[in-house]
């Protein structure tokens, strides 16, 4: 997928290839782009390793040993695929699983030493903001203050911001992970179990809706990129699709009414995960977290006032690589 709306601000003169390591709460990921001229970022290389360790964070407040030499065997599987693709511009950072586990710095300097440079740990206004940056340069955005919320494993990114620039920038402590280490929750999910993730979300959104009060309405329309978002949305889709017989299967700028995604949150957090692998569209590496990250993304609509989600796919990789490349 290449820039869309708001890459503009990124224009270079030559053409780079770019690659970004996200090592986050879910998964690492590991993005190469061609970076043209003109802002747009064509993906040449995409590989992930699924490690959940925002549940073992939020179970026991630590990378356990072996899922840290889990993380960097990953990781070095990873950086072995890299060949043939080395890149003019490499950056790599570090979300909410290792910013909050109480070894994460040990286990950032073993992923750092087989990366072969340093990684950045964001702390949650980074992370928003870049999250941000990938949002408003891969969907329509209107004129005047938009928010942007991004779901990960390990936390949950807020920021708000017009064609200016950055305006706010926040982070709260809930994801599908880390509720689900923290919670210890069943499959199927029970109704107490959808009401504490409620209950849960809705405290840690409170600086955040204080915060929002100065903009109006300006959550009625939110751009929400990460997994869950992308996975509601291609469930949908796929549903439409049944119905008119057409679609790319893209989902970039799909938009997601308040009471749709409160509807595939009821309909998920009832089924098991053999009936959730069977759904069409449904992806089967998100299948087991899904529940978790549709309630979350569910209760945040009934907080905030939104009415829609509009989904982007871009978001934080792509955010930190615009953003790299403007300070290039």
Not at 149 to 169: F, I, T
Not at 223 to 232: D, F, K, P, Q
Not at 279 to 298: D, F, H, Q, T, W
Request: aromatic share 2%; with cysteine; glycine share 12%.
């Amino acid at each position: 997928m290449c820039a869309g709306v708001g890459s503009g601000d990124y224009r270079r003169p030559v053409s780079l290839r770019v690659a970004v390591w996200d090592l986050g709460s879910s998964s690492f990921h590991l993005l190469v782009c061609e970076a043209g001229p003109d802002g747009s970022l064509q993906p040449v290389l995409r590989r992930r390793a699924l490690l959940n360790l925002g549940a073992s964070v939020g179970a026991k407040g630590e990378i356990p040993a072996d899922r840290a030499s889990a993380a960097v065997a990953a990781v070095r599987r990873l950086r072995q695929q890299l060949a043939g693709h080395e890149a003019d511009l490499t950056v790599a950072l570090a979300t909410a699983a290792l910013r909050d586990a109480a070894n994460g710095t040990a286990v950032v300097r073993r992923i750092e030493r087989v990366i072969g440079g340093p990684v950045r740990v964001l702390d949650g206004a980074e992370e928003a903001e870049l999250c941000f940056a990938g949002q408003r340069a891969g969907v329509w955005t209107p004129p005047g203050p938009s928010l942007g919320v991004d779901l990960g494993g390990g936390s949950m990114e807020l920021a708000v911001g017009d064609e200016s620039g950055l305006l706010e920038a926040t982070s709260v402590p809930v994801g599908a992970t880390r509720l689900r280490g923290e919670l210890n929750t069943g499959d199927p999910l029970s109704d107490r179990e959808c009401q504490t993730i409620r209950a849960r979300t809705a405290e840690a959104l409170g600086p955040a809706r204080a915060l929002l009060e100065a903009y109006g309405g300006v959550a009625r329309r939110t751009v929400a990129s990460g997994g869950t978002a992308r996975a509601l949305a291609r469930l949908a889709t796929v549903r439409a699709r049944r119905r008119t017989s057409s679609g790319s299967g893209e989902v970039n700028q799909v938009e997601l009414a308040a009471g749709q995604v409160e509807e595939l949150a009821r309909s998920l957090a009832g089924m098991s995960l053999p009936e959730r692998l069977a759904l069409p569209g449904m992806s089967a590496r998100r299948a087991p977290v899904l529940p978790l990250g549709a309630v979350i993304l569910a209760a945040t609509a009934a907080e905030l006032g939104i009415e829609r989600y509009v989904v982007s796919e871009w978001g934080l990789r792509e955010g930190a690589l615009l953003d790299a490349l403007s300070r290039a």
